[in-house]
């Protein structure tokens, strides 16, 4: 089936259609838990609103660029997100730097920590991405950099209030990147054929259904003695272990579809991408609640 794009002469959409915003959107959430996590008071200021900006460009950024260097992969496999038009490929490299640019001043703003920050997030999109490095081909550097940007996101909404990074703050962090890492494991699975294209060695290209499954449940076993730990140096967010024991009960529980499913391996593990995507939105909710009572 064809991937379809926006209309080759409206640059505009294509630029927005480069950005990928369906993919990321819900990812904001994670902005709105740093801005919580800090104070749930904080929520409506202008340093929020400025910090959900700074997240948006952020991940527009990321995600073009990637893009950008997956053009090969993308039109071999008909998914075309720098779609062919009169504006070259190459514009839309510029068109993501600019966003970085943009960024990075609005990010100068606040706190040059941010600023820092948006940085080194960038440059985690360029050497996962680009040649010569694309570390995206490396079986556990894939994982590794992808959860670290996201968990990034966690960040910029708790310095846009706060100006500041605390320990606890650099924990719950840390707990994303944890949490991301068999999300981004299932979605592998999903992009397997993609991958293949490239040879990039993905743990289940390189070892199969099962060994994949089993580091994505001694991830999640991560995860929850992670949050363990997180909750007895943070007194009153005992709340956060109980709910990720809950979560991650609830994603191993989850990860028999694939191996009981009649469909291929990566259709089965898209269709549980879109299940997961909602368990991590209720938990996301139910944690922001977490942070409420406990600040």
């Excluded at 979605?187 to 994505?216: C, M, W």
Aim: proline share 3%; aromatic share 16%.
């Amino acid at each position: 089936m064809k991937f379809i794009g926006p209309a080759n002469n409206n640059y505009l959409g294509e630029f927005i259609f480069c950005s990928r915003i369906n993919d990321w959107l819900h990812t904001l959430g994670l902005t709105v838990l740093g801005i919580v996590f800090y104070s749930s008071a904080s929520l409506l200021t202008l340093p929020a609103l400025a910090g959900l900006a700074i997240s948006i460009l952020y991940l527009a950024h990321g995600f073009s660029l990637n893009n950008y260097f997956d053009i090969a992969i993308d039109q071999h496999i008909n998914k075309n997100y720098i779609p062919a038009s009169r504006l070259p490929g190459k514009k839309f490299l510029v068109f993501s730097y600019f966003l970085l640019l943009v960024n990075f001043f609005l990010a100068c703003l606040i706190s040059l920590k941010l600023a820092a920050l948006i940085i080194a997030g960038s440059i985690l999109a360029l050497i996962y991405s680009a040649p010569p490095f694309r570390f995206k081909k490396y079986t556990y550097l894939n994982i590794i950099l992808n959860s670290a940007g996201f968990a990034i996101i966690f960040l910029i909404g708790f310095i846009s209030v706060s100006g500041k990074i605390s320990l606890a703050a650099a924990m719950m962090s840390g707990l994303f990147a944890i949490l991301f890492i068999p999300l981004q494991i299932i979605h592998q699975i999903a992009h397997s054929k993609a991958d293949q294209v490239e040879n990039i060695l993905t743990v289940f290209n390189r070892y199969g259904l099962r060994p994949t499954l089993y580091l994505s449940c001694l991830s999640l076993a991560g995860l929850a003695l992670w949050s363990l730990l997180f909750s007895l140096i943070n007194a009153g967010y005992i709340g956060v272990f109980y709910l990720t024991c809950l979560f991650c009960f609830l994603f191993i529980l989850s990860l028999q579809r694939i191996k009981k499913s009649k469909k291929p391996y990566p259709l089965a593990a898209a269709e549980l991408r879109i299940f997961l995507r909602k368990i991590c939105i209720l938990y996301g909710v139910v944690l922001s609640f977490i942070f409420y009572f406990a600040s």
